[in-house]
Nanobody, 118 residues
């Protein structure tokens, strides 16, 4: 599975941004897709995930109510709508895929930088 993320940029606090990730290859075997982020000097953390077949979503507490993950199975795309952005949301955002026979996210996109200025 290949993942191509896009949509990052520089915004001000309170603004919105939408990230997209297009999957190609063995997309028929994808069970779940997610967004993770890594801020400078910090470990990578889970942001949001969606089960491909059912659309069931989950979020980190830090983004609940502000971020929305969605998928479009016809376009093999997962998106992350980010509203009310805060400076602490600044990070490189990665999309990832977990296959049906796996317990971890094993396929990763190249990352897209989101910078939120105060």
């Amino acid at each position: 599975v290949q993942l191509q993320a896009s949509g990052g940029g520089l915004v001000q606090a309170g603004d919105s941004l939408r990230l997209s990730c297009v999957a190609s290859g063995r997309t028929f075997s994808v069970y779940r897709m997610g967004w993770f982020r890594q801020a400078p000097g910090k470990e990578r953390e889970f942001v949001a995930g969606v089960t491909w077949s059912s659309g069931t979503t989950s979020y980190a507490d830090s983004v609940k109510g502000r971020f929305t993950i969605s998928r479009d199975s016809t376009k093999n795309t997962v998106s992350l709508q980010m509203n009310s952005l805060k400076p602490e949301d600044t990070a490189v955002y990665y999309c990832a895929a977990r296959l049906q026979d796996q317990y971890e996210y094993s396929y990763w996109g190249q990352g897209t930088l989101v910078t939120v200025s105060s």
